[in-house]
């Protein structure tokens, strides 16, 4: 059974940080790209972050300075650091498990947890 489970979203004032985990179990997390998305009512989701199984890395410009992705294999754990939040980054944020061979029906997703950010 596959389990993507993310944790750490909460309320925040502008220019706070929280720290993200998506902890992963049922499949072979050392050798998937994991990505952070993020949506708000009415838009699409969207990529924030993504770190590949050989450890490149890549970011939306919105983010970029702020936010640091990072996973450790021995705790099948993706985390993202969100620094200097804004009231833009309000969002549901979900953790996606990438197939390293593109059979997308074996991509995953998180259940998500709500960041907001508000004075």
């Known amino acids: 059974q596959v389990q993507l489970v993310e944790s750490g979203g909460g309320l925040v004032q502008p220019g706070e940080s929280l720290r993200l985990a998506c902890a992963a179990s049922?499949?072979?997390?050392?050798?998937?790209?994991m990505n952070w998305f993020r949506q708000t009512p009415g838009n699409q989701r969207e990529l924030v972050a993504g770190i590949t199984s050989g450890g490149i890395i890549n970011y939306a410009d919105s983010v970029k300075g702020r936010f640091t992705i990072s996973r450790d294999n021995a705790k099948n754990t993706v985390y993202l650091q969100m620094n200097s939040l804004k009231p833009a980054d309000t969002a549901v944020y979900y953790c996606?498990?990438?197939?390293?061979?593109?059979?997308?029906?074996?991509?995953?997703w998180g259940q998500g947890t709500q960041v907001t950010v508000s004075s």
């Open positions: 049922g499949f072979t997390f050392s050798a998937y790209h």
């Open positions: 996606k498990a990438v197939n390293p061979r593109g059979i997308t029906a074996y991509d995953y």
